[in-house]
């Protein structure tokens, strides 16, 4: 029998989205938690565990508002290289009172903090080449401790037409500014496999569409 994802309470989510800076981005954020899958997934995985949490390319810092309105309040640790989301990340934690969320800014391509814990990946591997993505997984996979999980949402590359549709949906985060990067290249699930077990870690890999039209999929490493 699975364990349902812990869902937080509406109010919860909408407290969330009023902590972010601009009136866009409080939309965007209240549609963002309430319909994509990944939070509550991310939730299933380390709710009941008590091990901190590295979020690498974590953005303004939902999943950790979102875990901590789960109920779990271990520390999560932010990174990402775009200075202005982990300045809202700082602001808005700090705006909350949370004082076990921290950010700090810096590029996954060239080192990760020191860390033990699990380790989160959602949505970044496609701004990465394959021996950068290979790089990063390795790395991330170094810090994933004994009893904890890499958690990794990702766009896989194959023909379907949902994969299109991720790309398309990337190249426009671009264009409208939110993200600083075009995609690069996505991964495949061979690659997810054959790098993570290299490290150590028990893999599983599967689809996370949930409502969502993109060919997103869920990669678990455990060690
Ligand atoms: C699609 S967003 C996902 C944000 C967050 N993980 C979430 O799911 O809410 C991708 C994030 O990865 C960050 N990112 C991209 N390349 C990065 C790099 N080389 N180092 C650190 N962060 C990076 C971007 O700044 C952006 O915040």
Redesign the pocket.
């Known amino acids: 029998m699975t364990t349902p994802a812990p869902t937080p309470k509406r109010e919860d989510l909408h407290r969330i989205a009023d902590l972010c800076p601009q009136r866009w981005v409080q939309h965007y954020t209240r549609s963002?938690l309430s319909s994509?899958p990944?939070?509550g997934a991310v939730a299933k995985e380390v709710i009941g565990t008590s091990q901190p949490i590295l979020?690498?390319?974590?953005?303004?810092?939902?999943?950790a508002h979102y875990l901590h309105a789960c109920g779990h309040l271990l520390p999560v640790t932010g990174?990402?290289?775009?200075q202005r989301?982990i300045d809202s990340a700082v602001a808005m934690a700090a705006s909350a009172g949370h004082t076990h969320l921290n950010f700090a800014a810096?590029?996954?391509?060239t080192g990760l903090p020191e860390f033990s814990g699990h380790v989160?990946?959602?949505?970044?591997l496609q701004?990465?080449t394959e021996p950068?993505q290979d790089t990063l997984l390795t790395a991330a996979a170094s810090r994933v401790a004994p009893g904890a999980k890499l958690i990794i949402?990702s766009g896989l590359q194959d023909d379907s037409g949902r994969f299109r549709i991720t790309v398309l949906v990337?190249y426009l985060?671009k264009a409208c500014l939110w993200?600083?990067?075009a995609p690069t290249r996505y991964p495949n699930a061979a690659q997810f496999q054959r790098v993570l077990t290299a490290a150590g870690l028990k893999v599983s890999i599967k689809p996370m569409w949930g409502g969502t039209p993109f060919n997103n999929f869920l990669i678990v490493g455990e060690r």
């Open positions: 963002k994509d990944v939070y979020d690498i390319g974590c953005g303004i810092g939902l999943l990174f990402d290289y775009d989301k810096g590029d996954a391509r989160v990946i959602l949505d970044i701004f990465f950068e949402r990337d985060a993200m600083k990067a």
